[in-house]
């Protein structure tokens, strides 16, 4: 048993050892936040949370946007961190309300779709929630 062991050992080793970086690099880049989201850039977004997901490993709202010029209107999709770490910062999973009109101050997703990370959200009723220190 410990000679096959030892064969399969050596075995993954040797059929691994080629790979390190690039493996190593995309598990990481799932938690790279310059690959995903443009740091240099803010934007300010009003509109109407329309689901609000309190879950592992990244607490999620959506948020359909009208565009003033246009009539049309755009969901967004504002992505945060662990309930856990937002709830040390005052959070809980009835922070955002179904129907609520927010005002949103968020890194833009570097790709161009509708996505952010939210610096701090404001309430319809005043309520100033901070979602993420500044980078």
């Known amino acids: 048993m410990a000679r096959l062991l030892a064969c399969f050992t050596a075995a993954v080793i040797a059929v691994s050892a080629p790979f390190p970086v690039?493996?190593?690099a995309s598990l990481s880049a799932h938690h790279w936040f310059n690959a995903s989201y443009e740091s240099g850039k803010?934007?300010?977004?009003?509109?109407v949370v329309t689901r609000f997901d309190w879950k592992n490993p990244h607490a999620l709202f959506h948020m359909d946007v009208a565009d003033a010029s246009t009539g049309r209107t755009t969901r967004w999709v504002m992505e945060m961190?662990?309930?856990?770490?937002?709830a040390r910062t005052g959070?809980?999973?009835?922070?955002?309300?179904?129907g609520?009109?927010?005002?949103?101050e968020s890194i833009p997703s570097r790709d161009g779709v509708p996505m952010g990370y939210p610096l701090s959200i404001l309430t319809e009723a005043g309520r100033r929630l901070t979602a993420a220190p500044r980078p």
């Open 81 to 86: 961190g662990s309930p856990n770490s937002l």
């Open 42 to 47: 803010l934007v300010e977004l009003t509109g």
């Open 100 to 104: 609520e009109k927010v005002t949103v």
């Open 22 to 24: 690039p493996l190593s």
């Open 91 to 98: 959070w809980s999973k009835s922070s955002l309300r179904v």
